[in-house]
């Protein structure tokens, strides 16, 4: 079963232009984590954050998480043709192995 | 650090057979767990293994079966193959497995059964 949800589930930009992605979840958690996907490829770690965290910056990437909405985002400044891909979002509830959300399908137009 | 490796890359099954897929975690890493990924159903957990011991299943038939060997490696099994069973399975690493730290995934192994 799923722990995560991302919204919205498809997103298309014009390269330069900001991208942002929100992950829901539903029990607490330890930490939260994104990945990527390119298509048909394995996932790319992103960021983990954890539950005592508010912000994370990373390059271009900034997560934040507010644990009292059980909600996360991912926000990609200055996006680049080469970040279209998967985003998702994932969560071990109880310390039990990660689930991850269906993602967003990320498309960035050069 | 070599990441993680899965062989082999494709396969073509028919139904009724069936099929093992091998991965090689990153050196040093003890948790090795192994996902489905569909386009209908999104990534589903099948299981995960820490120093050879299975930890926890996911919601998936006793068809689908894993083992962890000494040195880490996993293999994982799926016999009396369904057409549903077509799907990318991936594997990942991490030192504590559970969510605690980060995973690396393999490339996955792209799995057709006709």
């Known amino acids: 079963s799923q722990q995560g949800e991302e919204d919205p589930q498809a997103l298309s930009i014009q390269e330069g232009e900001n991208a942002t992605m929100n992950c829901s979840y539903k029990?607490?958690?330890?930490?939260l984590q994104w990945y990527r996907q390119n298509s048909g490829r394995g996932l790319v770690h992103l960021i983990l954050i954890r539950s005592n965290e508010r912000e994370k910056h990373s390059g271009r990437l900034r997560v934040t998480l507010d644990t009292s909405k059980k909600s996360s985002s991912l926000l990609i400044t200055a996006s680049r043709a080469a970040d279209t891909a998967s985003y998702f979002c994932?969560?071990?509830?109880?310390?039990?192995?990660?689930?991850f959300g269906a993602g967003t399908r990320l498309t960035v137009k050069p | 650090k070599a990441g993680v490796t899965q062989t082999p890359r494709y396969l073509i099954k028919t139904r009724g057979q069936q099929v093992t897929l091998s991965c090689s975690p990153i050196s040093g890493h003890r948790s090795v767990s192994w996902y489905q990924q569909t386009p209908g159903q999104g990534l589903q957990f099948l299981f995960e293994y820490f120093s050879e011991t299975q930890r926890n299943k996911g919601n998936f038939p006793g068809r689908f079966s894993g083992r962890q060997f000494s040195n880490s490696r996993s293999e994982m099994n799926v016999s009396t193959l369904e057409l549903g069973d077509s799907a990318l399975y991936l594997c990942a690493s991490s030192s504590f497995g559970r969510g605690q730290d980060t995973q690396y995934f393999g490339p996955g192994t792209r799995l057709t059964v006709l």
């Open positions: 994932a969560t071990a509830p109880g310390n039990n192995d990660m689930r």
């Open positions: 029990t607490s958690i330890n930490n």
